[in-house]
């Protein structure tokens, strides 16, 4: 099948430290696409809203939950940066105070625009919210990597359909 002809969709996951849900979130959404043969059509990053752990790889519990499903985390922490508003056309935060924080540094309404919630787009999530494991035990990174898998899965559907993206 065709590719419709169109500039890549940027993408840009957040959450507070970038090192445990965006990360693996940007790890997911890629593979996912990649699987589609749709890696092409997307710039896909992550940033934090903090700077705690810039220039870090990601928690090493967030690694290897990763790595349970096949996915090598390799990205380095970074703090959310005003360009990013200019960048990217979709800032998914992980959970509400991650919003917020987007929200505050927002400057006018189409950069207001471009935040939402990761879980946003699943028609059936109990929560809005990819819970922060940072504190939590090993389930509770476990169910981070099953949640973003299944907000990826929804993300591209919700793509596909507004963009008319098709199957290469
Ligand atoms: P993340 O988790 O926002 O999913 O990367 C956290 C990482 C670090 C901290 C809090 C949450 N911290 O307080 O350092």
Redesign the pocket.
Known sequence: METKNISQIRILFV?????????IAEATFKHLVKTQNMLHLFEIDSA???G??VGEL??PR?RKVAESVGLELDHL?RQFKMEDFERFDYILA?DKS?AQGLSNLARNREQIAKISLFRAYEKEARSLE?P????GDTAAFIK?QSIVEHASKSFLNFLIKKHGLAYK
């Open positions: 959450c507070l430290g970038n090192i445990c849900r965006s990360p934090g809203t903090a705690y752990h990601a928690d967030t922490s992980m991650n990819v922060d494991p940072y504190y981070v």
